[in-house]
């Protein structure tokens, strides 16, 4: 099983961007699809973005497109998220996933190892 750390959350203004990043140890992550989902307080977790286990395929949810980039480094083991264009509705905590296989999942239920979580909180 794969452990994830994330890094990188903080405090922005609306229309800065903040860089986040995920640790994984435990496995090599070329054996997983991973991705980034939010929850803001009082709502449910939402799907931000994923990438397949070569970079090759990558998601985003429709209120991000355009603004964020997931990448990621197998021989370092991490991903990231570059997030652009920031508003006050991307506030929430940011988790690290991943899923084992070549399968991307595409809702949030669908991932079996996740990370603590890193807050983002965007101020107007």
């Known amino acids: 099983q794969v452990q994830l750390v994330e890094s990188g959350g903080g405090l922005v203004q609306a229309g800065g961007s903040l860089r986040l990043s995920c640790a994984a140890s435990?496995?090599?992550?070329?054996?997983?699809?991973m991705g980034w989902l939010r929850q803001a307080p009082g709502k449910e977790r939402e799907y931000v973005a994923a990438?397949?286990?070569?970079?090759?395929?990558?998601f985003y949810g429709d209120s991000v497109k355009g603004r964020f980039t997931i990448t990621r480094d197998n021989d370092k083991n991490t991903i990231a998220l570059q997030m652009n264009s920031l508003r006050e509705e991307d506030t929430a905590v940011y988790y690290c996933?991943?899923?084992?296989?070549?399968?991307?999942?595409?809702?949030?239920?669908?991932?079996?190892?996740w990370g603590q979580g890193t807050q983002v909180t965007v101020s107007s």
């Open positions: 990438i397949s286990w070569g970079g090759g395929s990558s």
């Open positions: 435990g496995d090599n992550i070329v054996n997983y699809a």
């Open positions: 996933a991943a899923e084992h296989g070549v399968g991307v999942p595409r809702s949030a239920d669908l991932w079996g190892s």
